[in-house]
């Protein structure tokens, strides 16, 4: 039981309506390899908590939909007897235990030998960093190590599938990031199938083998980070991941970062623009137009050059830079 | 350092001396009270050497304490149930539980005369089930159903405002871990419930031990200490026996919620 | 799904629970309506005993709904301020002094009462009056209505609401009156329904206190279970329960619009 290996995930047509009747899912299909990391990454209310809730077995997806974890079907299958580990957003350790006792908790349940347990214990701790912490009670911990703590419970039974659900979002940015990196080693050495919950896309870039980008209860794009960045599906995933300008030339729409553009000596380049306001970021330079046709278009530029807002600016966009939307959503731009 | 506020004594003043005059210095006399008889300090040791006394105190700690733990029972089960499930009907069953909260103890003593009395329901359908006619409201039976009857709506409520409190997430992350519905209640939930069922226990124990309303509906020769102090005081004429047996009760009780308190570390205002 | 049998098992127990509890209240209330409760509904239903009760036991009612106001205009008086110091000054001195106007709750009612008429029952006039219960009241509703209001006035910071009306340029009387006591509100409320619900339902204290012509609905209520038939007795908790029964959902109510103030309801002490 404790020796499970990893499993591909199948979800066929689940959907998920609320008593209230809210839709939260519309019909969806998904597959997700044995030890791939995917990242369901969208706003607040796209449904990703919902779908990553159905994958373990808090929510019945409506009838018709199926969860395959490997051949075996798991759809009436509850939680406890998914063999899932999770890690939640608020954590959710145990109060009324000792470090040691929330990561040992899912191999007592499962009646693990005494001699195991406490080796498998002291290798999850030792794993966290966090050995030194065993005898603390939780409210004794800050917000990284109750992170690290919660890693440690979730993986500590050795579960078929690792579930994480916005992780990182209590912590502050410095910790983030450290956590992050953390994370995708610990994935990438456990070979273990995740599925990852979030709304950063720094996070859902760094950790994601695949990304699928959720909208309104729908899939918006599956794809490797780098597809979903460069050849986003739609107007949606354009918008939602980094910053994308959209310049009228010669009656087409063209849609570019703003770091695949830059600025030339006015007359020059695809468009005209006033420079409204410039924001030093230090490693570079944000630079706001208002181009001529009074569109706004942001432009990124290396940190040395002097620019100021009331200058005029011609704007460039190299060749390779333009983003190609592979569906035709684009009218939304406004 | 002045301090901006130098009225606020005043402001205190009347409760002070309502306090001061009718409760402070009554309890100061009632202990004068308890050593005034013939036997002078022993008095307070009548409890112990009394063995009337004695076996009264006994039946009232043991009454109070079978009354608490059944209530916990009770009221955790039915407390958790409305706190964790939505269903038709539930604010109404939630309304009638808690109604009883505001009957006088005098008044269900006599429900449960008309609930296990002679001319009781209870008798009515064991007669006609044993033909037997089970009457139990006079004895100590139907005054542990009585102080039952008026601890259960409060217990609930305690219960239910702390489980209401327990963040869901613990649940789910128990589940996860592959816990039953026994042991995630065993594991995370009772013990999450804990410092409210401290706080509750405490508080139907003591109002078991000190309650006398309802033996006092019952009218029986039931013993439980509140009827024997009032039994010393109106008919023996015993101001000092009835002065030092009421404070020794005082003691017991304040005892209890005090410990109760500091084992669940609420503050006042969740005791009591 | 597993948990459907486990749903079915705590609601038929709970049903149970509620069926106790709410058995006794209806077979009061229709003995209290039927001609003759040992004959059964057959006899007929009548308001004959209800009118009985207020012929009988009138004066009692209008004396517990007295008493309660008067409990209600004293602890309101002198609560509020007291609450007030309590939150302004916190500290080991204001948790004593807490701690001792809860004390009545926490020692029996008898033991109070026989303290109260050792102390001041030579004073026969006093002894005499619907006074002598008043006090017994207010000592053991007191505290409901500090620690209601002192909660609210905690949990809305109402120092540095003060602070800020000072800094306005607001005198004391009139901050107190224009900020502290309005932003108590539900407090106040909470608290209000408390007390008068206690008054009019305390026995323990009363029936020690009260003379034969000062007897409040409980005593009443007493009296007729030992000496009068089952019938009236029942009509008469009827009407108790009427007066009882407005009190308790405007509570309920309150508890709702402000959810904090729902451990209140739970301290309730007969």
């Known amino acids: ?334 | 350092m002045p301090s901006p506020y130098p009225r606020l004594f005043i402001l205190l003043l009347p409760v002070m001396i309502l306090f001061g005059a009718f409760f402070l210095i009554p309890m100061v006399q009632l202990a004068l009270a308890g050593a005034s008889g013939p036997q002078g300090l022993a008095a307070y040791a009548s409890i112990l050497t009394t063995p009337r006394h004695t076996q009264s105190m006994i039946a009232t700690l043991l009454l109070a304490v079978s009354v608490t733990a059944t209530a916990l029972i009770v009221s955790t089960i039915a407390g958790l149930f409305l706190a964790r499930h939505r269903f038709p009907g539930r604010s109404v069953l939630l309304a009638l539980l808690t109604f009883p909260l505001a009957f006088p103890g005098v008044v269900v003593g006599f429900l449960i005369i008309l609930l296990a009395g002679r001319q009781g329901v209870v008798g009515d359908v064991s007669r006609m089930l044993t033909g037997e006619k089970l009457v139990f409201a006079y004895s100590l039976a139907g005054l542990f159903v009585g102080y039952l009857y008026f601890s259960i709506p409060r217990v609930i409520l305690t219960i239910m405002a702390a489980a209401e409190k327990l963040d869901g997430a613990l649940l789910e992350a128990a589940r996860s871990l592959g816990a039953s519905t026994w042991q995630v209640t065993r594991d995370i939930i009772l013990p999450a419930l804990r410092p409210g069922l401290i706080a509750s226990g405490a508080i139907c124990f003591a109002t078991a031990m000190g309650a006398f309303g309802t033996a006092f509906a019952l009218a029986t020769n039931i013993d439980v200490l509140p009827m024997t102090i009032y039994t010393e005081f109106t008919l023996n004429a015993n101001v000092a026996g009835a002065a030092s047996l009421s404070l020794v009760l005082g003691l017991v009780t304040w005892i209890a919620l005090f410990i109760a308190r500091s084992l669940s570390g609420a503050t006042t205002a969740a005791a009591a | 799904m597993t948990r459907k049998p486990l749903f079915l098992l705590q609601l038929c127990f709970t049903l149970a629970v509620c069926l106790f509890l709410m058995v006794p209240v209806i077979l009061s209330v229709m003995a209290g309506l039927t001609a003759n409760f040992f004959v059964g509904l057959s006899s007929g239903l009548t308001l004959r005993w209800v009118e009985e009760v207020w012929r009988l036991y009138q004066d009692t009612i209008w004396r517990s709904l007295g008493i309660a106001m008067a409990c209600l205009a004293v602890t309101t008086l002198i609560g509020i301020p007291a609450a007030y110091v309590l939150a302004m000054r916190g500290g080991r001195m204001a948790r004593l002094i807490e701690e001792t106007i809860t004390l009545p709750i926490a020692i029996p009612g008898l033991a109070i009462a026989l303290a109260l008429i050792l102390t001041w029952g030579g004073l026969r006039e006093f002894r005499m009056s619907w006074l002598f219960i008043l006090v017994g009241h207010v000592l053991f509703t007191l505290p409901f209505m500090v620690r209601s209001v002192l909660a609210v006035m905690l949990s809305i910071n109402i120092r540095q609401l003060e602070e800020g009306a000072a800094s306005l340029g607001a005198s004391f009387s009139r901050r107190f009156l224009t900020v502290v006591v309005p932003n108590c509100r539900p407090g106040i409320l909470a608290g209000a329904l408390m007390v008068v619900t206690l008054s009019i339902g305390e026995f323990n204290l009363t029936w020690m206190l009260h003379t034969p012509l000062t007897k409040t609905l409980p005593v009443g209520l007493a009296d007729s279970y030992a000496s009068m038939r089952l019938e009236i007795a029942s009509a008469y908790t009827l009407v108790f329960f009427v007066m009882i029964v407005p009190l308790l959902i405007a509570m309920q109510m309150a508890a709702r619009d402000r959810r904090p103030r729902r451990r209140i309801a739970k301290d309730m002490t007969s």
């Open chain 1, 1 to 334: 039981m404790t020796s499970s290996t990893t499993t591909s995930i199948t979800i066929t047509s689940c959907a998920k309506t609320f008593a209230d009747g809210t839709r939260a899912l519309e019909p969806l299909d998904l597959s997700i390899q044995a030890g791939e990391t995917l990242v369901l990454l969208g706003p607040s209310g796209c449904g990703k908590t919902t779908l990553l809730r159905i994958i373990a077995g808090l929510e019945a997806p409506d009838r018709g939909g199926r969860v395959l974890f490997g051949e075996e079907d798991v759809t009436h299958l509850p939680i406890e007897r998914r063999n899932v580990g999770m890690v939640f957003q608020s954590y959710a350790l145990f109060p009324n235990m000792t470090v040691w006792d929330n990561v040992a908790y899912g191999l007592k349940v499962r009646r693990m030998d005494k001699a195991a347990m406490k080796q498998r214990v002291e290798e999850m701790l030792a794993m966290m960093h966090i050995d030194a912490l065993a005898d603390r009670r939780i409210d004794q911990l800050s917000g990284g190590q109750r992170q690290r703590v919660a890693l440690a419970r979730a993986i500590a039974a050795r579960p078929r599938v690792l579930l994480l659900d916005e992780p990182l979002t209590a912590l502050d940015a410095g910790l983030r990031d450290r956590l992050r990196g953390e994370i995708d080693a610990l994935l990438r050495s456990l070979g273990i199938t995740a599925v990852y919950v979030t709304h950063d896309q720094a996070e859902a870039m760094v950790l994601g083998d695949r990304i699928v980008v959720m909208s309104a209860g729908r899939i918006a794009q599956i794809g490797t980070p780098r597809d979903i960045y460069h050849a986003p599906a739609n107007a949606f995933v354009a918008d939602f991941i980094g910053t994308t300008n959209r310049l009228r030339h010669k009656d087409a729409t063209l849609v570019f970062r703003p770091e695949d553009a830059d600025l030339v000596p006015p007359g020059e380049g695809m468009a005209q623009g006033i420079i409204q306001v410039v924001h030093f970021l230090g490693d570079r330079q944000r630079v706001h137009l208002h181009t001529d046709d009074g569109e706004a278009v942001i432009v990124e530029i290396g940190s040395r050059r002097r620019v100021a807002p009331g200058q005029r600016s011609g704007i460039a966009v190299r060749p390779e830079g333009m983003v190609h939307l592979s569906g035709n959503a684009e009218e939304s731009a406004a």
